[in-house]
Each structure stands twice: as C-alpha cells, then as structure tokens.
C-alpha cells in the first residue's frame, strides 16, 4: 500500500465537522466539513408550490439546489448555475429521494439549497450529508438519515475520502456514495473513472462503513441542538 499525499490511512476520512441550525431564517439547516470541503445547506418548506401546476395532489415536491461558489476554489470559478451544478442538483435530488415520506405532504414543495463554501473534492457528497441533516432539522417525516462519502482507487489502492490532490492523481478513480444506515440502502453509487472489477466490492463495502461513521457524526450534531 502507498503513502497518501496527506498521510491518511486507507480507511481514514479527513477530519469531520457538523453542525445543524446554522441559518436561522431557513426551517432546517446544517453545515457539514469534510477536510477543506466545507457545504451549508437550508431547507424551505413544505410550502405552497409555485408555479401552482407543478403541485402533485398525492405528494410534495422535492427541489434541490446545488451551487458551488465563485471563491469556493483556488481559481476563481465563473459564478451562477453551469452544466455541472445543474446535474449535481439532480444527483442529491435523487439521492435524498428515497429517505422522504413525500406523501406526507401532498401540494406542497420542500427547496433544498446547497452551498459549497469550499471545495476540495468531494463536494456531492458533503452536500447530500448536509442536505440530510437539514431536512431532519426542518422536521420533514424521513425514513432515514442519508450519509454520504466518495470511496477512490488511487495508485491502485482502495481508499476512502479522496481530497483534490488524489483525485487529481493520473488513473484515479471516484465513486461518490450515499447511504440510508438503518435501512442500509445505498442511494446514490456513481463511477468517475475506471476500476477493476475485483476492487468494486472492496471498495463499496468500504464506503458503506464509512457511511456509517458520518451517520454517527450527523446522529450526534442533530442530538446536540435539540438537548441544548
Ligand atoms: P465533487 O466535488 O463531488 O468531487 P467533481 O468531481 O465534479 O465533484 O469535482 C471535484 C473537485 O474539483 C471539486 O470538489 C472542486 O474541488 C474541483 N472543481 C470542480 N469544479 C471546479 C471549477 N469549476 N473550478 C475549480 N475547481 C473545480
């Protein structure tokens, strides 16, 4: 096995932080640090849907916003919506999906905004982890909390939590994951990059664990608000 660049242990996440209650105007809210990558995300509703015949009379509406911002970066990223933040947005749309009683709530909308204040790689993942906890925050009926984090495969290891500079490494390649714990249902599983086909299973179930590891950490910031 090779040294990681910042010295991690295969199985070691960076350093984690999370917190809930963050936007005081928003009904649920939460920050989630992941190393450098740092997502805040405020949810609104369920509320009166707008344009009004978009409103479903069996379920809510789930809206998500992904936006990733200008001095989020090193270099200064061209600000508003783009190709990549538009099929982020879908990606935890559909990766929160599954964990809302949508029914609960028929004619109405739940908005999900998600903010990258920094990024250094794994920011869909930190988004989804964050996004979840709001939605607790705000109370919305769930199933389960979702958890997410990018399982890797850099200089042919498995490794967890990839930062910017081991992404960035020739042949590296990311699997974004999302995970429902209690349910033990994986949501969201993408590949960017190849892998071999021996390593897949090792490499999930290592994200699975992982998964588990942020679902105590949100667990424990969602429990700190309320016992305060
Ligand atoms: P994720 O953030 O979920 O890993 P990507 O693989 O698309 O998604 O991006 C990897 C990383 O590349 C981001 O976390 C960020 O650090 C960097 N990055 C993405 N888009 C830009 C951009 N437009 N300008 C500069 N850096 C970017």
Known sequence: ??????GRKFDEMRDIEAKVGVIK???????????????????????KVYPRHLEDPEKAVLKCYYDMYSFSVPE????????RSIELSMVIKNALLPSIFLKEYPKSQIDVFVSIIQADAGTRCAAISAA???????????????????VGHVNNDVVIDLNKEEEDIEGTSDIPMAYMPRMKKITLLQLDGKMPKEKLKEAIELGI?????????QKKALKEKYTK
């Open 1 to 6: 096995m090779s040294e990681r660049p910042d």
């Open 25 to 47: 105007e928003a009904d649920g809210s939460a920050m989630f640090r992941i190393g450098k990558t740092i997502a805040i995300a405020g949810v609104y509703g369920p509320r």
């Open 209 to 217: 664990k992982s998964c588990e590891k942020v679902y105590e950490i």
């Open 132 to 150: 979840s906890m709001a939605l607790a925050d705000a109370g919305i009926a769930m199933k389960d909390v979702v958890s997410s984090v990018a």
């Open 76 to 83: 200064r990223k061209r600000p508003g919506p783009d190709r």
